[in-house]
């Protein structure tokens, strides 16, 4: 948290509409700042440089169960219909934002009925009952199954036993393109979500087969630009959504290595704002909640890759002291507790001045979980680019979390958050797999409950 008597970044640039909206935020995330050191009562005062002691916010998750049951069950206003679309995506934000919070008591076997509703009878599911098949709803479905399949709730698995992986598995070749992208409805768009959408369904629910990857690895390699980040199609701009799509995709394939990997670092290392700690989505955009997420993760999927490259070019015990999460996690959580969490509602927002939301709780939780994680993937995985996809060789970070492998499985599922060396008065959260982006016990089991059927496609 820089806190400086100094002209803003943007205060030496040329006034445009972009660079005043910038200024704007800045002006209004400095003032946050300082107000918090005073109300805080810090040692230090507000402003007086670098270094100077910052006190932990308390992280009270005791009204966030209130909004997310709200977000989920209460009747929304015609201003929102819209939305309509979207309801399996409201499912998943708000169960993913509860796993991490610890809070999983909601109705889920009606969540569950809903999505076994929504399930379309030539496979896929849409956002609601009745509604075309599209992709994006098809993830959100089958990862919030996953996460309500806890014992207790459910016997036998039964969510995961509803989705149909045959139709599925028919669903998802008939998006497939020639030039090995995949649309994300009949008739749809082409683009690297669509990858991402499909490929992570197929390798969580166990139907991948080397048809469905065949050009895949190679369409999205094409999405990477100039400026390293990935793009939604060859050509287009650089993007943060689109380059956690691409590079969680290829993860989930243990193909990371098909992309430029120093030139991917730098792009997502500059997304991280300098005064404002959170991350932009792209060049010359404001800061964002939701790109904790989306960039954050994209360096926690690095983090093997540069542990591996730290061991390299370092000694061992030097190495060993190193942080393979190369952006700044403390200022990352500045960002997320004193500018974004609004403690009465129980939800983050976007940046200060939006209104809270679902959306924006379930990725700066998940964001919260990438700046604690290391280790998402064992480290040769982002050094190795597979020419074929070999269905008998299990991809490397399948090793790591279903703990049969060479990985080490000893990474510990809740744990405090860590605010400035304080873990004192914040809550006790669960933490995410990065390529998923669904809770890692979770996440685990679902795994292994797909590996345990077989895959009826090969
Ligand atoms: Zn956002």
């Known amino acids: 948290m820089a806190l400086r008597n100094k002209a803003l970044p943007c205060d030496d640039l040329s006034s445009t509409p972009t660079l005043n909206a910038q200024r704007k935020v800045e002006e209004e995330i400095l003032s946050n700042y300082q107000a918090f050191l005073q109300q805080h009562g810090s040692s230090a005062e507000a402003g007086s440089g670098d270094g100077a002691p910052i006190p932990a916010p308390t992280f009270d998750v005791s009204n966030m169960k209130a909004f997310l049951r709200n977000s989920m069950f209460r009747p929304m206003s015609s201003a929102f219909s819209s939305?309509?679309?979207?309801?399996?995506?409201?499912?998943?934000?708000?169960?993913?934002?509860?796993?991490?919070?610890?809070?999983?008591?909601f109705d889920a076997r009606s969540i569950m009925d809903f999505l076994r509703l929504s399930q379309h009878p030539d496979g896929g599911f849409g956002g609601g009952p009745g509604l075309l098949a599209h992709l994006a709803p098809t993830y959100a479905a089958v990862a919030t199954l996953v996460n309500l399949n806890r014992e207790g709730v459910f016997e036998d698995d039964e969510p995961l036993r509803l989705i149909d992986r045959e139709s599925l598995y028919r669903w998802l070749m008939s998006l497939k393109t020639p030039e090995g992208s995949f649309a994300v409805h009949h008739d749809g768009e082409c683009d690297v979500r669509g990858s991402y959408l499909?490929?992570?369904?197929?390798?969580?629910?166990?139907?991948?087969?080397?048809?469905l990857l065949e050009g895949a690895v190679d369409w999205i390699a094409q999405c990477q630009t100039y400026e390293g980040g990935l793009a939604g199609r060859p050509g287009l701009e650089?993007?943060?959504?689109?380059?956690y799509c691409g590079v969680a995709a290829l993860a989930c394939v243990g193909a990371i290595g098909a992309l430029d990997i120093d030139a991917l670092t730098y792009w997502a290392l500059q997304r991280q704002m300098s005064l404002e700690g959170g991350f932009q989505g792209r060049t010359n955009k404001l800061v964002d909640s939701c790109y904790s997420f989306w960039c954050g993760a994209v360096l926690a999927l690095l983090s093997g890759t540069t542990r591996s490259v730290m061991a390299a070019e370092t000694s061992a015990s030097l190495a060993s002291h190193m942080d393979p999460i190369l952006f700044d996690r403390a200022s990352l959580l500045d960002y997320l507790?004193?500018?974004?969490?609004?403690?009465?509602?129980?939800?983050?927002?976007?940046?200060?001045?939006?209104?809270?939301?679902a959306y924006h709780t379930c990725y700066s939780l998940s964001g919260v979980s990438v700046a604690h994680s290391v280790d998402d993937l064992p480290s040769q995985s982002g050094l190795e680019r597979p020419l074929a996809f070999d269905p008998v060789k299990v991809p490397p970070f399948l090793q790591h979390v279903t703990g049969d492998g060479a990985g080490t499985g000893a990474t510990p599922f809740k744990y405090p958050v860590i605010y400035r060396g304080r873990s004192r008065d914040l809550a006790l959260l669960s933490s995410t797999n990065a390529i998923f982006n669904i809770e890692r016990n979770q996440c685990r089991k679902g795994l292994e409950f797909f590996r345990s059927l077989g895959n009826p496609m090969m």
């Not at 939305?83 to 008591?105: E, H, P, V, Y």
């Open 337 to 357: 507790f004193v500018q974004c969490y609004d403690a009465s509602g129980g939800g983050f927002k976007d940046k200060p001045s939006s209104r809270l939301d």
């Open 238 to 243: 650089a993007h943060g959504g689109y380059t």
């Open 198 to 211: 499909a490929l992570s369904v197929a390798q969580m629910t166990n139907i991948l087969t080397p048809e």
């Open 83 to 105: 939305l309509d679309g979207s309801r399996a995506w409201i499912t998943f934000w708000c169960t993913q934002a509860g796993a991490l919070a610890n809070i999983t008591n």
